[in-house]
């Protein structure tokens, strides 16, 4: 049995998230939450959100045992651009694209 979170349209690039991601996969919640404590990065403060999300998801719908998780997987996806524009000279204006991700953890009873 698992259970899961999602937190979607997060301002935060995909690909410094799944740098993140990395570490936690696969490791024990408590280890997992005290890992992102340490880091001092934005997507880790995010992520440590939908993980506490997730184990709060296993406990009260699934009835499963807080102390006996682990992280099955974090998934972080694309989301859509956030199209900015910047002035430039002589009327010309230069884009500015701001990443979204989607962020999926799922936990699993061990």
Do not use: W
């Amino acid at each position: 049995m698992e259970a899961r979170a999602v937190a979607r349209y997060v301002r935060m690039s995909p690909l410094k998230g799944r740098r993140v991601a990395l570490l936690v996969k696969g490791k024990n919640v408590k280890e997992a939450e005290a890992m992102l404590e340490l880091l001092a990065t934005k997507p880790a403060r995010i992520i440590k959100d939908v993980l506490k999300s997730a184990v709060a998801n296993a406990q009260n719908n699934h009835n499963m045992d807080p102390d006996r998780l682990r992280v099955k997987n974090v998934l972080i996806d694309k989301g859509p651009f956030l199209k900015r524009i910047r002035p430039r000279a002589m009327g010309r204006a230069y884009r500015i694209m701001k990443p979204t991700s989607h962020i999926t953890v799922i936990v699993e009873e061990v």
